[in-house]
């Protein structure tokens, strides 16, 4: 498979977005953890998407798989949340990479047994 080939298997907009520089904050995140704050939780989600959709993307490259190990990547970051103590900027997001690393271990690792 040809790099031009494995763009277009994914939504192009995707690639077209350059890493934000905006980081999670500890008043956002404190925002969704003791009120649920649902807005608060919708920017968390809008800066991490694209990163953790690329992450897989890059290593599974198929759209399908993609998307749902992104979707399960969100749903352990909203069960453990609370777990989470933050330590400064970035260490949020190295925490959701961590969980999103053992979510595709976990997934590689069913595949292979199939």
């Known amino acids: ?7 277009f298997s994914f939504p192009l907009d995707l690639f077209s977005i350059e890493s ?4 999670i904050t500890e008043n956002l995140l404190n925002s969704f953890i003791l009120f649920q704050d649902k807005t608060s939780f919708e920017e968390i989600y809008n800066l991490l998407f694209p990163k953790i959709y690329k992450f897989f993307g ?7 798989d993609t998307e749902d190990l992104t979707q ?5 970051i909203l069960k453990r949340i609370k777990t989470f103590k ?4 970035g260490s949020f997001e190295a925490w959701c990479f ?9 997934f590689l690792s069913k595949k292979k047994r199939k």
């Open 1 to 7: 498979m040809t790099l031009h080939h494995f763009y």
């Open 20 to 23: 934000k520089r905006e980081t």
């Open 58 to 64: 890059f290593r599974i490259k198929n759209q399908d």
């Open 72 to 76: 399960e990547t969100f749903l352990v």
């Open 86 to 89: 933050f330590q400064g900027n």
């Open 98 to 106: 961590r969980i999103a690393k053992n979510v595709l271990s976990n």
